[in-house]
């Protein structure tokens, strides 16, 4: 093997391991998630939940947030994507491709921020966000519940409402947010009213039968 050709196959070894692994497709779920290194503390106080849910708002320019929740050292959001979302940016790069983007920047302009507060220089989150696919609206109602669920289930609260940093008082009707729940009353049946939609969700509790994969608790 010449030495050009050589170099054009580790160029193509190297653009590969670039690739983002999150691909998203229009008319599609996805369960988003990511932890920190070592299961360390990504929130040290209430205004860094905050400030990182307002850095989440930014991603409803490319798709439809159903609902989520910050963990002490991890996070989960349900997003679906309606075909209105596909289309190109100024720039040529598909909407899907930003959003994926969108999902680094929002993770690392986080990271600058608490390495300011805590006056340190270090990794924050594992490399890469995950983001899994559902198959169907059943599967993603699962991953709704299970989202909400996930403060109760690791003991944090004794009851779902009691933890402030996800969206299940949003469809209570407790406080504004920023998930798109219109959307996902249609397209996963969520009652209107609140509470239906408070005693809907403990009525389904039960052993998860969903599993996020690896990465996530």
């Given at each position: 093997?010449?030495i050009e050709i050589a170099f054009s196959v580790l160029r193509s070894i190297s653009a590969l391991n670039k690739k983002?692994?999150?691909?998203?497709?229009?008319?599609?779920?996805?369960?988003?998630?990511?932890r920190s290194f070592n299961q360390n503390l990504m929130f040290f106080n209430r205004e860094n939940y905050r400030y990182f849910t307002k850095k989440l708002s930014s991603l409803k320019e490319y798709c439809d947030?159903?609902?989520?929740?910050?963990?002490?050292?991890?996070?989960?959001?349900?997003?679906?994507?309606?075909?209105?979302?596909?289309?190109?940016?100024?720039?040529?790069?598909?909407?899907?491709?930003?959003?994926?983007?969108?999902?680094?920047?929002?993770?690392?302009?986080?990271?600058?921020?608490?390495?300011?507060?805590?006056?340190?220089?270090?990794?924050?989150?594992?490399?890469?966000?995950?983001?899994?696919?559902?198959?169907?609206?059943?599967?993603?109602?699962?991953?709704?519940?299970?989202?909400?669920?996930?403060?109760?289930?690791?003991?944090?609260?004794?009851?779902?409402?009691?933890?402030?940093?996800?969206?299940?008082?949003?469809?209570?009707?407790?406080?504004?947010?920023?998930?798109?729940?219109?959307?996902?009353?249609?397209?996963?049946?969520?009652?209107?009213?609140?509470?239906?939609?408070?005693?809907?969700?403990?009525?389904?509790?039960?052993?998860?039968?969903?599993?996020?994969?690896?990465?996530?608790?």
């Amino acid at each position: 093997m010449n030495i050009e050709i050589a170099f054009s196959v580790l160029r193509s070894i190297s653009a590969l391991n670039k690739k983002d692994p999150m691909t998203f497709l229009p008319k599609n779920f996805y369960h988003i998630y990511n932890r920190s290194f070592n299961q360390n503390l990504m929130f040290f106080n209430r205004e860094n939940y905050r400030y990182f849910t307002k850095k989440l708002s930014s991603l409803k320019e490319y798709c439809d947030i159903l609902a989520y929740c910050l963990m002490p050292s991890h996070f989960h959001v349900l997003v679906y994507i309606d075909e209105q979302m596909e289309g190109k940016e100024d720039n040529g790069d598909s909407r899907m491709k930003m959003l994926a983007r969108k999902i680094g920047t929002v993770q690392s302009s986080y990271k600058q921020a608490i390495n300011i507060q805590e006056g340190r220089k270090r990794s924050l989150f594992q490399p890469r966000a995950k983001a899994k696919e559902l198959d169907n609206s059943d599967q993603a109602f699962t991953c709704f519940n299970y989202v909400h669920q996930n403060p109760l289930k690791a003991g944090l609260v004794s009851r779902m409402e009691d933890w402030e940093f996800n969206s299940f008082n949003e469809y209570c009707g407790h406080n504004e947010g920023i998930c798109n729940r219109v959307a996902t009353r249609r397209l996963l049946g969520i009652p209107d009213d609140g509470g239906a939609f408070y005693t809907q969700t403990y009525n389904v509790m039960q052993p998860w039968r969903y599993s996020p994969g690896s990465g996530a608790r």
